[in-house]
């Protein structure tokens, strides 16, 4: 009995959770609709704008429901995973770009301390690819204009840790052990204003999971964070 009432607050809290997120772009999009049809598509000050408010709400519904069904086939254990050696250079190299575009719009140091002839690893390059991508993102996300962000690799006997340190805000103790559940979030309103879903770290979870790794953080208020990932050696 105990666990079938954990289960059905689990249920509830989720069903709660998914709610709320649709319920605040639906509204917005509903909202500039109606406003736009009563006469504000005439307003050439305004109609675009709105257009483009709901635009913005259409895509985050959007973004949230490809994160859920990802996150539903992975729990049913129905992701299929295409396991390769993948490089560690190749890996961090193809986030690179990326990072370092969204590092320089707020004026943070981005750098890569990621030592040559490391091991390749076993797994999906595709998946590995989304998981150091969300960290990254949230790492920029999370740092103060002229903060840093490092990403680093390290290889041991068995896996090789990647691990992405940062300079910013930090995560209370208390929060660290939920982070990696779906929907949680420390800071709600500045993650859904940067366009978060709050199942980024919950799908990166389970992706290194499914590769035999797992992922940790670090972290203390005001100091920033540390968020480190394993991958099992290729071989």
């Not at 490092?150 to 896996?159: K, L, Q, S, T």
Request: proline share 4%.
């Amino acid at each position: 009995m105990t666990e079938l009432r954990r289960l059905e607050r689990v249920r509830q809290d989720f069903v709660g959770n998914v709610s709320h997120e649709f319920k605040t772009p639906l509204t917005a999009i509903q909202g500039f609709a109606e406003t736009l049809l009563a006469g504000a598509i005439d307003d050439p000050k305004n109609n675009r704008r709105f257009l483009e408010i709901i635009r913005d709400h259409a895509a985050r519904l959007a973004r949230v429901t490809d994160d859920l069904l990802k996150l539903a086939r992975i729990e049913a254990g129905k992701l299929e995973l295409e396991f390769f050696p993948v490089g560690i250079q190749e890996l961090i190299g193809g986030c690179a770009e990326t990072t370092l575009l969204k590092a320089s719009r707020k004026q943070i140091s981005f750098s890569m301390e990621v030592p040559s002839g490391l091991p390749a690893v076993r797994g999906d390059a595709s998946l590995l690819h989304d998981v150091l991508q969300n960290l990254l993102d949230n790492a920029i996300q999370y740092t103060p204009r002229g903060g840093r962000v490092v990403v680093g690799a390290a290889a041991g006997p068995r896996e090789v840790t990647i691990t992405i340190s940062d300079s910013g805000i930090g995560i209370p103790l208390a929060d660290q052990e939920r982070i990696f559940e779906r929907f949680y979030r420390v800071d709600a309103a500045r993650s859904r204003e940067a366009g978060g879903t709050g199942l980024g770290l919950s799908i990166a979870k389970h992706i290194v999971e499914a590769h035999g790794g797992r992922l940790w953080v670090e972290s203390a208020v005001g100091q920033g964070s540390k968020f480190s990932f394993s991958i099992p050696l290729a071989g």
